[in-house]
């Protein structure tokens, strides 16, 4: 089965740009998407298809994907962006999601 | 809106049936899941089913004890689970493809909370 790997813990100093990475075999050739969530709520889709950004999720969330990793930046971390980051993908007819990567702002 | 309800405390090998009010979007138009999420872990996807009913697709760790379904009438997702397992434990929640092929789930429920214990 296809597997997901992300690292246990990011952490950001305030303002500056943080980066979470997603590995998987070839998971350039798949659809990675991003899902945030913090503590106590459910999870909310922050980056589709790689690099969009639905409505209403700020332009400093952006998505890259390329060979074996996919990569979620947040520039101009903010307070707010605490949170538990998952990548997914499909494979066939099953969904992967990554284990997760907190992410801390100092 | 995606609103669940059905969760609660069950027994080793007992039953419960999960259900999913759908609300704001043409329910019949997209595939729905479940993701659960055991008490301090990561997201593990569940199930997925078609517009229809017709194309379902389990996870291997449910497969021949969960049943995913919906009633499009009613806007309403189902997840019957059967045999359940320690394992099982977690929160369950309702998630809506976003519709563009990429199976991306851009809405989610609040989730219910199933724990299997004796």
């Known amino acids: 089965s296809y597997e997901l790997t992300q690292p246990l813990s990011v952490s950001v100093a305030l303002g500056q740009t943080a980066r979470i990475t997603c590995g998987g075999s070839?998971?350039?050739?798949?659809?990675v998407h991003w899902y945030q969530q913090r503590p106590g709520q459910a999870p909310v889709l922050v980056i589709y298809?790689?690099?969009n950004r639905p409505s209403g999720i700020p332009e400093r969330f952006s998505g890259s994907n390329s060979g074996n990793t996919a990569t979620l930046t947040i520039s101009r971390a903010q307070g707010g962006d605490e949170a538990d980051y998952y990548c997914?993908?499909?494979?066939?007819?099953?969904?992967?999601f990554g284990g997760g990567t907190k992410l801390t702002v100092l | 809106q995606l609103v669940e309800s059905g969760g609660g405390l069950v027994q080793p090998g007992g039953s419960l049936r999960l259900s999913c009010a759908a609300s704001?979007?043409?329910?019949?138009?997209?595939?729905m899941h479940w993701v659960r999420q055991a008490p301090g872990k990561g997201l593990v996807w569940v199930s997925r089913?078609?517009?229809?009913?017709?194309?379902?697709s389990y996870a291997d760790s449910v497969k021949g004890r969960f049943i995913i379904s919906r009633d499009n009438a009613k806007n309403t997702l189902y997840l019957q689970m059967n045999s359940l397992r320690g394992e099982d434990t977690a929160v369950y929640y309702c998630?809506?493809?976003?519709?563009?092929?990429?199976?991306?789930?851009?809405?989610w429920g609040q989730g219910t909370l199933v724990t299997v214990a004796s």
């Open positions: 998630t809506k493809e976003d519709g563009s092929g990429s199976y991306a789930l851009d809405y």
């Open positions: 704001g979007f043409t329910f019949s138009n997209y595939w």
């Open positions: 089913i078609n517009g229809d009913g017709r194309f379902i």
């Open positions: 070839n998971i350039g050739s798949k659809n």
């Open positions: 298809r790689d690099k």
């Open positions: 997914q993908v499909w494979d066939s007819t099953t969904g992967v």
